[in-house]
């Protein structure tokens, strides 16, 4: 299993809130991504990663900004978190170089209230 | 505009059976398709790809088979396994592209019965 972590697994917060969720990976893998999973909709890019500091927009980005400072880190912040943010994030990480395998995180299920 | 379809959102298949699970893409720049596999609770796994090159790639029980014309995939598992039930999204993406993204499906929801 590629080593990806997300933290925290679960959470619960108010609308107007700001929340952090953050992707660790092991494999010093160049990409990283960050999705949302809903039903209906399969997996959505919000955010992506082509390097440390080097972050572009996904198809449903607007309410998130994300952050990378290292390789190993990519951050996906909720400015002020709205009921239609509750989802479920996936991070993922893909090596490049020829591979375009995706190597998924466990999951955050995040609900607004 | 979806550019990639998975139109069965549910598939029941008897053990042992074959399941085929289908998959249709609109954009003609995709080059390369993968298939993954999800349990609830978990994340996405990598199960099979295969490049445009190709018009099959097999990999022990799972088959993927691509009809580039008719832009479109299949997976087919043989024989099935109860195992093998939970949601199948096929993705997408373009040798051109310097982002590795890809472009999911929305995903079918496989149901093996014993």
């Known amino acids: 299993d590629a080593g990806i972590t997300q933290s925290p697994r679960h959470k619960v917060t108010e609308t107007g809130t700001p929340v952090t969720l953050r992707c660790h990976q092991t494999?010093?893998?160049?990409?990283m991504y960050w999705y949302r999973q809903d039903p209906g909709h399969g997996l959505r890019l919000i955010h992506y990663?082509?390097?440390?500091?080097?972050?572009d927009k996904g198809e449903v980005s607007d309410g998130y900004s994300v952050s990378r400072s290292k390789t190993e880190d990519f951050l996906l912040t909720l400015e002020s978190a709205t009921s239609s943010q509750t989802s479920v994030y996936f991070c993922a990480i893909s090596a490049g170089q020829g591979r375009y395998e995706q190597y998924f995180g466990p999951g955050t299920r995040l609900t607004v209230t | 505009d979806q550019q990639v379809k998975q139109n069965s959102p549910s598939l029941s298949v008897q053990e042992g059976r074959i399941s085929i699970l289908n998959c249709d893409y609109t954009?003609?720049?995709?080059?390369?398709f993968l298939w993954y596999k999800k349990y609830p609770a978990e994340g996405p796994t990598f199960l099979i790809s295969?490049?445009?090159?190709?018009d099959k790639n097999e990999d022990g029980r799972f088959t993927v088979f691509l009809n580039k014309s008719a832009k479109h995939l299949s997976l087919h598992i043989v024989p099935s396994q109860p195992g093998d039930s939970a949601v199948y999204f096929c993705a997408a993406t373009d040798y051109g592209g310097a982002t590795n993204k890809l472009i999911f499906g929305t995903g079918t929801l496989l149901a093996v019965q014993p």
């Open positions: 990663s082509y390097g440390v500091k080097d972050t």
């Open positions: 494999e010093n893998h160049r990409y």
């Open positions: 295969i490049s445009s090159i190709k």
């Open positions: 954009n003609s720049m995709f080059d390369y």
